[in-house]
């Protein structure tokens, strides 16, 4: 049960942080936010630590949304601005 529950919630999380922005900190932090949400996610399925996983795919999100260029995906103004 108690799976089910951080899984529910790390996708609650991972939709309200679904736009990515234009600038490369817009682009950085949604993908910090996604990776974390996916991490969390991936962790509490496989059996493992929802927040090592949290704690590595927010790493990686966030290299990766801070290495993208505004052409390479642009998914709209974030819904924090």
Known sequence: ?????NTMIAIAALTLLAA???S???????GAGIG???GA???AI??????DGALIGGAVGGAAGGLTKNK???LGKPIWR
């Open 36 to 38: 974390a949400g996916v």
């Open 41 to 43: 996610v991936g962790g």
């Open 46 to 51: 496989i059996g493992g630590d929802p927040v």
């Open 72 to 74: 390479d995906i642009d």
């Open 24 to 30: 490369t900190g817009d682009r950085a932090l949604s």
């Open 1 to 5: 049960m108690k799976n089910l529950q």
């Open 20 to 22: 990515c922005g234009n």
